[in-house]
């Protein structure tokens, strides 16, 4: 049970006792999405623009969604399932920085690894003998951002 609860709610603990192996499966695909970054941003402004451009759409949707399900699959199964970092982190960095994916892919992981990186640390403070899982201060955290989020551009 405690090891299915901390693949629920996300848990660092398994990175620092060495099971990191499998985040080496994400390197050579965040080069090959940061490669096709440009073409992605193409894809976005609708499948008749991708067209007019000369973009293959249904291939370039289909390697995006492939690289995607597999950087995702490969976190997961390395720490668990952390919400919000994808939903809240894109969108923030989106509104200052815009579509272009070349431009914000660096700003959004390192926006999202330092949303981590402050989540894990409230988490391991917040009730100080006791660690939070990452997951659920994320989630907490995230869900505030979000709210806020959704309400701003409510105005």
Known sequence: ???????LLGDFSKIVQGNYEITYLILPI????????HRFTVAGMG????????LNYPATVALGLMLV????SATVITVGAIPFVGL???NLVALHYG????RTLPVVALGGASLLLVCDILGRVLIYPFEVPIGLTAGGVGGVL???LILWKHR
């Open 146 to 148: 979000f709210l806020a």
């Open 99 to 102: 579509d272009n994916l070349g």
């Open 1 to 7: 049970l405690q090891s299915m609860q901390g693949w």
């Open 30 to 37: 965040v080069v090959l999405t940061y490669l096709y970054a």
């Open 47 to 54: 499948e008749d623009m991708a067209a007019s451009l000369g």
């Open 88 to 90: 809240v982190v894109p």
């Open 69 to 72: 399900a597999v950087t995702v």
